[in-house]
């Protein structure tokens, strides 16, 4: 019996075809030349015309990092990739193809500290306004919408608020108002949520995080579901795009006007690390969700901790639609959770002994950081109160360890918390 696709886990570490290799290597070698030879003059025109995949410039396409785009466009379900120098460099690209001076979007509320900074503050400066709202209340995002809005953005699980929003909703909502749905996949990656297939129309994802699970490699990615039509009426500038290449007109634009325009290439090093990391990104997945869940359920035991936020946890806002929306698997390896003040919070951190204290999340490692006082050091108290960002927070990235370790770093972190 032949299956008609494999799955998710299979194509993870041998992509759609097994087969496709160089002579023979199981991983693809890293390219390192910044340009290509052609043979023929014939050749290199084709290729500037689009009209070949053939690689022709480094800043414009490389095989290892082809290799990579393949890869997560099948992960994703979606028509195509893009990927980039970072996970930002992915998110201003997707959003710049979008947008022109005078325009407007509808965000979450819940997002990235750099994305948020670039939504509220860079995009101003180009006459471009994003309107903000809870990304739960469909209500408060509908009522965001004008006839200026160009699409709506959303992260499938909020970093730092640990919130799911209704993919399925939100989709319906942007469509029924002739928009599309970008969704930045970070946190979930395409093992635990595949937002193409939810409604959703572009998929974003830094693969600096789970993806390459190692914390050594940055990038990120672009991945276009070639779902939706462009109307003229609203996006007359998708005209000569959807001319050149119809479903893929979206990622076509990213491509030719911001990412070989604004150089943000990604190092087919980088490309050779994620694909590694790949690889294993369904059994460090199982085991991240695994462990984040227990790491959740043991803080809300612990007498020091005022509070846990984590979807996993039954009386969590958003406990249903993870449920649902993540089909059991799990729930995220993010969690937030709450201590006496924030001096409890830094006796915790500079008593850990397993878990590392740095700024990132997704490594294999478990990470930890007090983000009121350093990705959000900048932002003014009413700006953080706002945003949930609270000086008795601390954020903890769980990584794969035995969790029996982690639990007791944790303790450790606890006993010391005490003035
Ligand atoms: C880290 C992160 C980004 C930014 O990615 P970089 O690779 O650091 O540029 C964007 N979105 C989310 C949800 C992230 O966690």
Redesign the pocket.
Known sequence: MERKKRGFETRAIHGKSPKESWLGATQPPIFQSAAHTHETAESLSLAFAGKSSDPIYMRLSNPTNQALEERLADLEEGKGAIVMA????A?SNACMALLRTGDEFVSGNSL?M??YVLFSTIFKKYGITARFADPLDLAALKASITEKTRFVYV?TIG?PRMDVPDLKAIASLAHENGLPLLV?N??ATPFLCQPLTLGADVVIH????YLSGHGNA???AVVDGGTFSWPESRFPDFKPFIDRKGDLAYLDKVFREHHINFGTTLSPFHSYLTLIGIDTLSLRMERHLENALATARFLKTRPQVKWVNYSGLDDHPSHETALRQFGGKGFGGLITFGLENKEACFRFIDSLELIRHLAN?GDCKSLVIHPYSTQYLSFDEALKAKLAILPEMIRLSVGIEAKEDIFEDIERGLAASAP
């Open positions: 970072s996970g930002m460099a998110i990235f750099s994305t992260e970093n930045d970070t946190l830094s693969t600096t995080k940055l990038g990120g999340l």
